[in-house]
């Protein structure tokens, strides 16, 4: 995958992307990721690309110039024009893990990070294909939104976590909380790893993971289980605990 991310900031992103599991997805070829200087396409000898709102307002807007310029030059170095151009503002649709697993399908992604009070609406009627936000508060730019989309995005490719099943049993990927995980020693100052996990009997183990991440999601994200698809076991599992509850609530 190409992930092109227009930004006024592009040293903000070295650090993120030099690290980690996105550096190795970089080096082993599996994403590519270019920062295009917005500033590089600005049309007067400041290279200034933002000017005060029409209408009056407080706050600068972005100038369609330089965003416009910066997609073309995209558009010319991939030989084609970008299919999916995300636009991360506050206003944007949720970043969900469905939505996720959609652009990680894309061969090709650009991202442009919002700055200031957002860019003139030309940009979004004429360029954006998507609006996304990272949750319901307001941050100084799209630089940080976007590289939380980077990192979804590419840890749901191919060949970019060390295990193919990694991605599938982390938290939301089927709807749910993820269970809790255990590591050596079995007994650390007391606290004592579950004798299941230590069983060797999957099923079990299996059914204990599932239980757990049932109840996990009711205590936290309650709402996470109307979207869930539930077998006919998950749902006894819940009608119990919930029995219990209530039971507990009126002792």
């Given at each position: ?16 992307f ?40 407080a ?18 170095l ?17 970043l ?19 700055h ?16 996304m936000?990272i ?19 590419a ?97």
């Amino acid at each position: 995958m190409i992930i092109d991310i227009l930004t006024l900031f592009p040293e903000m992103f070295s650090g993120p992307f030099n690290s980690s599991i996105l550096k190795r997805a970089q080096e082993r070829g599996l994403i590519k990721i270019n920062l295009v200087n917005i500033r590089d396409f600005s049309t007067n000898k400041h290279r200034t690309v933002d000017d005060t709102p029409y209408g009056g307002g407080a706050g600068m807007v972005i100038r369609p110039e330089p965003v416009f310029g910066a997609i073309e030059h995209i558009t010319a170095l991939r030989g084609s024009r970008p299919r999916r151009v995300v636009l991360m503002c506050p206003q944007g649709r949720p970043l969900y893990h469905d939505l996720a697993v959609n652009l990680a399908r894309e061969e090709h992604l650009v991202l442009i990070c919002g700055h200031y009070e957002g860019v003139d609406e030309r940009v979004r009627e004429n360029l954006v294909t998507d609006e996304m936000s990272i949750g319901d508060y307001v941050l100084t730019g799209g630089e940080l939104p976007a590289m939380v989309v980077v990192d979804v995005v590419a840890r749901l490719i191919p060949g970019v976590l060390g295990k193919s099943t990694s991605a599938e049993e982390e938290s939301f990927s089927k709807g749910l909380l993820e269970y809790p995980h255990y590591t050596r020693p079995r007994d650390y100052r007391g606290l004592v790893v579950p004798d299941v996990l230590l069983s060797g009997h999957h099923e079990k183990i299996r059914r204990w993971r599932r239980r757990q991440s049932l109840l996990r999601t009711l205590a936290s994200r309650p709402e996470m289980l109307e979207r869930a698809v539930l077998s006919r076991e998950d749902k006894e599992i819940i009608k119990k605990v919930i029995v219990d509850l209530q039971k507990l609530e009126l002792s």
